[in-house]
């Protein structure tokens, strides 16, 4: 009993340092931005890279690669505090700081490559169409994301050995429930790793020929096959219930209007900064800025309509395998696991929580519990 008030008090201490480092990020991303763009350092930089290269796209792709590593430099302490520090001080991992250091890298290179393909299509759609920009922008964001979404399982791999499992229990189960939820499932595969990573969780990665199951590598040990079979039907039911589409439906809208709002914007303050053109790259800050205050204005509809659909995902998963008793012995094992606050402040549940509360997820699983114990009893 006493271990288990710990580990609550933990999860609590862990989501107030975590808040405060969310809304901290938000602060000092705010202000660097601002600065980069009022203190003039963008403009300077955009006009001396003009000086030197006489290709627009090169000028854009050159100051893309500066600013991104140079924000990454700035933010480099607090991603090191939240990332590597904090989790090894509530011993949500065991990397080194070798280790998460060269993940950082990793990833740092690909989201490097990213923001440059994807800003790169956006300051080109802005100089070729500056009138409907924002619409081809949207289109863009969700091919970006669709083909991310697509290519991602085939590229992890590279990063992380899977091993496919087959000729078992698990197995069989899992694609029962991948049959019942109308889908075709590549495999079922261990994903072993290397970052050591302790909060496990099930996968199901991909669309069409790329979809597939990963399971941590570690995940068979602290969860029973039932929980297994739940957690993955919880996933198989998002696919089932078409909620990456909904997603990504959503995502064209707030992105339609997001663009919208940032192409009125802009045309409204750049003049103001001695900017000529949108297609500048030297107002880069101030579309970054009013896109940025628009996210964070939405995040209560997004992250409210995902944790609708998680609800929803749960409720498929008992449904699916007609007991509710491992989604609720699961959730409580994740939860653990991830050092999630099973009751978390509303304010903080309703802006920076893309899931509902275990609290409120363990409530509904065991409302279904009741009406399935009813059903087997009039049985």
């Given at each position: 009993m006493e271990?288990k008030?710990?580990?609550?008090e933990?999860?609590r201490a862990f989501e107030?340092?975590n808040n405060?480092?969310?809304?901290?990020r938000?602060?000092v991303?705010?202000?660097?931005v601002?600065?980069?763009?009022?203190?003039?350092?963008?403009?300077?930089?955009?006009?001396?890279l003009q000086?030197?290269?006489?290709?627009w796209?090169?000028?854009?792709?050159?100051?893309?690669?500066?600013?991104v590593?140079g924000y990454?430099?700035?933010?480099?302490p607090?991603?090191?505090?939240?990332?590597?520090?904090?989790?090894?001080?509530?011993g949500k991992t065991r990397q080194?700081?070798?280790?998460?250091l060269g993940?950082y890298l990793?990833?740092l290179?690909?989201?490097l490559?990213?923001?440059s393909v994807?800003?790169?299509?956006?300051y080109?759609?802005?100089?070729w169409?500056?009138?409907?920009w924002?619409?081809?922008a949207s289109?863009v964001?969700?091919f970006?994301?669709?083909?991310l979404?697509a290519?991602?399982?085939l590229l992890?791999?590279?990063?992380?050995?899977?091993?496919?499992?087959e000729d078992?229990?698990?197995?069989?189960?899992?694609?029962?429930?991948?049959?019942?939820g109308?889908?075709?499932i590549s495999?079922i595969y261990?994903w072993?790793?290397?970052d050591?990573e302790?909060?496990?969780?099930a996968?199901l990665?991909?669309?069409?020929p790329?979809?597939?199951?990963?399971?941590?590598g570690?995940l068979s040990?602290r969860?029973?096959?039932d929980e297994?079979v739940?957690?993955?039907a919880?996933e198989?039911a998002?696919h089932?219930?078409?909620?990456?589409?909904r997603?990504?439906?959503?995502?064209?809208?707030?992105s339609l209007?997001g663009?919208?709002?940032?192409?009125?914007?802009?045309?409204?303050?750049?003049?103001l900064l001695g900017?000529r053109?949108?297609?500048?790259i030297g107002?880069?800050?101030?579309?970054v800025?009013?896109?940025?205050?628009?996210?964070?204005?939405i995040?209560?509809i997004?992250?409210?309509?995902?944790?609708?659909r998680e609800?929803a995902?749960?409720?498929?998963?008992?449904?699916a395998t007609?007991?509710?008793?491992?989604?609720?012995t699961a959730l409580e094992?994740?939860?653990?696991?991830?050092l999630?606050e099973c009751d978390?402040?509303?304010?903080?549940?309703i802006?920076?929580?893309s899931?509902?509360?275990v609290?409120?997820?363990?409530a509904?699983?065991?409302?279904m519990?009741q009406e399935?114990?009813?059903?087997?009893?009039?049985?």
């Amino acid at each position: 009993m006493e271990n288990k008030e710990e580990n609550r008090e933990g999860a609590r201490a862990f989501e107030r340092a975590n808040n405060r480092l969310v809304v901290m990020r938000i602060l000092v991303t705010l202000l660097l931005v601002c600065a980069y763009l009022f203190l003039g350092a963008s403009q300077t930089l955009a006009e001396g890279l003009q000086s030197r290269f006489s290709a627009w796209w090169l000028v854009n792709a050159v100051y893309l690669v500066v600013t991104v590593l140079g924000y990454s430099a700035f933010m480099f302490p607090l991603s090191y505090y939240t990332d590597y520090e904090l989790e090894r001080m509530f011993g949500k991992t065991r990397q080194t700081f070798g280790e998460w250091l060269g993940g950082y890298l990793h990833a740092l290179v690909f989201e490097l490559l990213l923001a440059s393909v994807f800003f790169g299509f956006i300051y080109a759609l802005l100089r070729w169409a500056p009138g409907y920009w924002w619409l081809y922008a949207s289109l863009v964001y969700v091919f970006f994301n669709l083909l991310l979404t697509a290519v991602m399982p085939l590229l992890s791999p590279l990063a992380n050995p899977h091993e496919l499992i087959e000729d078992s229990t698990l197995f069989a189960r899992i694609m029962a429930c991948s049959r019942l939820g109308g889908l075709r499932i590549s495999g079922i595969y261990r994903w072993e790793f290397d970052d050591d990573e302790l909060a496990g969780n099930a996968v199901l990665a991909g669309v069409g020929p790329t979809r597939r199951v990963i399971l941590p590598g570690d995940l068979s040990d602290r969860y029973t096959e039932d929980e297994l079979v739940t957690i993955v039907a919880h996933e198989i039911a998002h696919h089932a219930n078409n909620d990456l589409y909904r997603h990504m439906a959503l995502g064209f809208v707030m992105s339609l209007v997001g663009f919208y709002l940032t192409d009125a914007c802009m045309r409204q303050v750049m003049p103001l900064l001695g900017l000529r053109e949108i297609s500048d790259i030297g107002g880069f800050p101030l579309f970054v800025l009013v896109l940025f205050l628009f996210s964070i204005l939405i995040l209560p509809i997004i992250h409210g309509y995902s944790r609708k659909r998680e609800m929803a995902a749960d409720a498929w998963a008992v449904r699916a395998t007609g007991d509710a008793g491992p989604m609720i012995t699961a959730l409580e094992k994740i939860a653990e696991d991830n050092l999630a606050e099973c009751d978390p402040p509303r304010w903080a549940e309703i802006i920076l929580h893309s899931h509902p509360s275990v609290k409120r997820r363990i409530a509904q699983a065991n409302e279904m519990k009741q009406e399935l114990d009813h059903v087997h009893k009039t049985d």
